[in-house]
């Protein structure tokens, strides 16, 4: 996960003007069995997402931070904005396919997050940040230590 945040966040370094930016992920999270290239594709368009909510604001803050979840089974990624926000009555509807609150956008995008997310065994949310903005949460199994190697002491050689 620290890997996949801060090869995501090298893309940004021209795109961050103005916004505070925190990372906080731990050198110690155990790995997540997952297609990097898929889950770049999600971080991505939530990272787009909250600058484009924070671009009219005067304190633009971006958070992202992860850490281990459900008795350590889970890994969860939050990424948090001071932007704008969404509505209630649109929060729903947010992973639907061509629903957009952006005029320039496909609707898609979230979409597609959510179904790699899914694919990957994991959930994806949005929330109400506080005092403002939003909080996307992703969750994603990490490897469990039998499947990181091939070998097992209980089964031997496969």
Not at 6 to 12: E, I, R, V
């Amino acid at each position: 996960m620290r890997d996949l945040v801060g090869k995501t966040m090298s893309l940004y370094e021209d795109r961050l003007h103005g916004v505070t930016v925190l990372v906080d992920v731990p050198d110690d999270l155990p790995p997540i069995l997952m297609d990097s290239l898929q889950m770049k594709r999600v971080l991505v368009n939530l990272l787009d997402n909250a600058l484009e909510a924070l671009s009219e604001d005067s304190v633009r803050e971006l958070k992202i931070r992860c850490e281990l979840a459900r008795h350590d089974t889970m890994a969860r990624l939050i990424i948090e904005d001071t932007g704008r926000g969404i509505a209630p009555e649109d929060r729903d509807r947010l992973f639907t396919p061509y629903f957009s609150t952006r005029g320039n956008g496909t609707g898609l995008g979230l979409a597609i997050s959510s179904r790699i997310v899914s694919d990957h065994g994991g959930y994806i949310a949005a929330e109400p940040n506080s005092p403002k903005g939003t909080r996307f949460v992703v969750e994603l199994p990490v490897c469990q230590e039998s499947s990181l190697s091939m070998t097992s002491p209980a089964s031997g050689s496969r």
